[in-house]
């Protein structure tokens, strides 16, 4: 909660790493409140109202995966919607911004991304910054494990990653600039 609520805040992409995360956590402990609090709630050195916040957003948050069926696989509405709107922003910076640099990570990473769709077998729905996304998730869980990463799979996440990191700063600009837009009313 405490982790998720800041990384919301300063690094959209990272948030959604560590909610997948979450996510994965939860269905490793059976989605069971009991061991979330035994494994996980009673390791935050915090005071008891606090615990007892951390203990109600896992609750909560076990609660939406049950009620959108994603206890075994696959990702909770909100953070769906999270990854649209960056899909959307992607979209936007390309075809109506004409970001130049954001030209240039896309199509540094271009390759890549056509590659990691074919060994993953992603279907076309799935969209780049998505796909670089998932990338980026199964290289963090692929380093959580200590395994080896080969080289050329370390590069094709840097382009992964400078693609995505540029695309979490536009969005945390644009989330910047809205509030002050909201704020000046």
Known sequence: MIV???KKKDNIAEYLLYMWQVEDMLRALGLDMAQVDQYVVSRYATDEQTRHEIHDWYDNLIAIMKQE???KQGHIQALKNTMDELTELHFFLLHQAHDFRYQQLVTAAAANLVEYRRRSQAGDDVSDPELAMQGLYANLLLRLQKKEIHPETAAA????SKMIAYLAARYKQREEEERTALNEI
């Open 69 to 71: 069926r994603v206890e």
């Open 4 to 6: 998720a609520r800041e």
């Open 157 to 160: 996440m840097d382009t992964f």
